[in-house]
């Protein structure tokens, strides 16, 4: 589905040396990774045999046994489409290699031995096998009738952006882990079947390790872990297991469970494609040599997608969380404004007020930048502006806020300067349309900048990254600015950030800006009602922010398609907007990205704070004439 694939990992019964009923367990879980439309499931570290044969390693009845169990197996597997991958030690030569196994469709199409053998401490795993390093290039291995290509370099593919490879337990835990070889190779998903014993705090460490290594991979990684089947004589195994893409847990079994038990997520294999794409740290790095690849049989497509896509990606759902994300922006903030101010002179700043929340965030950050610097607040020119379309309740807020915050406050109206300009230009004020909006907008960037250059100050951006990315500005109107406090904030984040400083300030404070929080979002340029109410309310016109901002979270950081961004919207919104509206309001959103773009072109300084942002001079360059058209 769109470049998901369910990986699994599986946790059987184990009994010590006995190979036939550990076969058994595996093939009970197999079944249920095959209804499960798992592409792959993995299961632990010498599965067959159990983690902890000791010198039984050695005995010929063992190794007997896997090769029967092994070719029960491929018998077994004829119907699956499930790929497994188990693990059994095969001897080659006179030497015993501890292995993984790739089994499909009735055939095993891979043998992946152990690359580093731990033997310190409570590990001696040389007294029984031979590291990978041992074998020749493009070794093979005979399993019953079929010679099975054998060595730590193989690539299992199935296609552009499915492809897995193997490293075992300790190759994780090496300096330069074999995977990250398989990643630059080609692998987009990487499985561990581990035996990894539990000690204080280790899980902590396990979990911390593979989180780290699928991030600097861009790689989802499937970890399996021996349970407690195996031998307690010294050690305790826990059954770790851990499913992660790109630096998120998506699945993390509890450790000690009895019985048979399977772990599968959906990790989205055509994104980790593109991300690698866009790194260009990754594709610095030489591609391995030495790998043979492998085909697989193509997996059915999964059904439903068994995986939670948050509505609003660039807000952290858990609120502790989310409050440490808002302090950090906000430092950010104020800390590239300190810097922009110290290098200019410590001029003041002349900042536009509107009543609404973009504005109301960047006088916060103001404040609190000119309180970082030790200077007056005095040395803010904040300055409301009421035109046609001003409410009563924006009007007020704004008034009160500037006034609280000690700032100079000023007020100068709007409408007889845009009515003088309506004659100048012989535009006729009851024509309400885009001409009539733009005076006003150009109206109030003029004032501002007039009033920079009277008192030899700067002009300070309100503009949001999701009005970037729309370009809802007026061109050389609230488009332009001397410096951008908000352009790397986007609207579904600014709301918090407000709500963040309103959780933190005196009761009449944290009153007036919840109800700024709560204001609809209007620019507030049409005349108002007969009831002096608003008229004019963005999301009525361009769509929800939050569908906006999902779009363009998912279009510009992972480059998903028009029918991927829409399934993951109407998964994330389902039962709040119907696949319609979706539709609609995502052909805006493509629509407005594209024709806006020359906006972006010449937009002001600003500070990135997140993974997203659109300065033509970082993250985003884009010619102004692109076509759209493929986008729809």
Not at 400 to 414: G, P
Not at 588 to 604: A, D, E, G, L
Request: glycine share 6%; aromatic share 8%.
């Amino acid at each position: 589905m769109l470049g998901f694939y369910r990986i699994a990992t599986a946790l059987p019964g184990l009994r010590v040396a006995d190979v036939a009923w550990n076969r058994a367990q595996i093939e009970e879980l197999a079944i249920r990774a095959h209804q499960q439309q798992c592409a792959v499931v993995v299961f632990p570290e010498l599965s067959l045999t159990g983690y902890t044969c000791a010198d039984l390693f050695h005995q010929e009845s063992l190794l007997q046994a896997v090769r029967k169990a092994l070719e029960s197996l491929c018998r077994f597997s004829r119907e699956l489409d499930t790929a497994l991958v188990v693990g059994a030690p095969l001897p080659q030569q006179g030497r015993l290699y501890n292995c993984a196994l790739v089994i499909q469709r009735g055939h095993i199409l891979g043998a992946v031995p152990k690359t580093h053998l731990p033997n310190k401490r409570e590990f001696y795993e040389r007294r029984w096998f031979t590291p990978a390093s041992a074998l020749p290039e493009n070794s093979t291995i005979t399993i019953g009738d079929d010679s099975v290509p054998f060595g730590s370099r193989l690539i299992f593919r199935c296609d552009q952006h499915y492809a897995f490879a193997i490293e075992l337990c300790e190759d994780l835990w090496s300096v330069i882990p074999p995977s990250s070889s398989h990643a630059l190779a080609g692998a987009t998903v990487i499985l561990n079947p581990s035996a990894s014993n539990e000690l204080v705090a280790k899980a902590d460490y396990r979990r911390e390790l593979v989180q780290n290594q699928s991030a600097r991979c861009l790689a989802a990684y499937a970890y399996a872990g021996s349970g407690i089947g195996e031998s307690s004589t010294d050690l305790l195994f826990g059954g770790h297991h851990l499913l992660c893409e790109n630096g998120l847990v998506l699945e993390e079994s509890p450790r000690f469970e009895r019985g048979n038990h399977l772990f599968s997520a959906d990790v989205d294999c055509q994104k980790l494609s593109q991300l690698r794409m866009s790194e260009t740290s990754f594709a610095d790095n030489p591609i391995p040599t030495g790998y043979r690849t492998i085909p697989l049989h193509p997996v059915l497509p999964i059904g439903e997608l068994q995986r939670y896509i948050p509505p609003h990606p660039f807000v952290p759902g858990d609120p502790q969380r989310r409050d440490e994300r808002c302090e950090e922006i906000f430092s950010i903030q104020t800390a590239a404004l300190a810097k922009r101010l110290k290098h200019i002179g410590s001029p003041k700043a002349i900042i536009g007020i509107s009543g609404g929340l973009d504005s109301t965030l960047a006088l916060l950050v103001t404040h609190r930048t000119f309180a970082l610097l030790e200077r007056n607040p005095s040395d803010i020119i904040a300055i409301t502006m009421p035109g046609f379309g001003t409410t009563n309740r924006t009007y007020e807020n704004a008034v009160t806020l500037c006034k609280a915050l000690e700032t100079d406050f000023r007020e100068i109206a709007i409408s007889q300067a845009s009515l003088e300009h309506f004659k100048l230009i012989g535009h006729d004020p009851a024509i309400h349309d885009v001409t009539y909006e733009n005076v006003q907008a150009r109206e109030r960037t003029e004032i501002l900048m007039n009033i920079a250059n009277k008192h030899g100050g700067i002009v300070i951006g309100t503009g949001d990254l999701s009005e970037i990315a729309l370009g809802w500005s007026t061109y050389n109107g609230d488009h332009m600015s001397m410096y951008s406090v908000n352009c790397g904030v986007p609207k579904t984040l600014i709301r918090y950030l407000v709500e963040w400083v309103a959780s933190r300030s005196e009761d009449a404070m944290e009153e007036l800006l919840m109800d700024i929080v709560n204001t609809p979002i209007t620019p507030e340029l049409l005349p108002r009602d007969e009831q002096k109410e608003c008229t004019q309310k963005t999301e009525d016109i361009i769509g929800p922010y939050e569908l906006h901002d999902f779009f363009l979270y998912h279009t510009v950081k992972y480059g998903a398609s028009t029918p991927k961004v829409r399934h993951l919207a109407a998964l994330a919104f389902a039962g709040k907007y119907d696949e319609a509206s979706i539709a609609r309001w995502h052909e805006i959103f493509v629509k407005r990205f594209f024709t806006q773009q020359f906006k972006r072109s010449c937009i002001p300084d600003g500070p990135k704070v997140g993974t997203i942002a659109l300065s033509p001079r970082g993250d985003w360059r884009m010619p102004s004439d692109a076509s759209f058209g493929g986008w729809l």
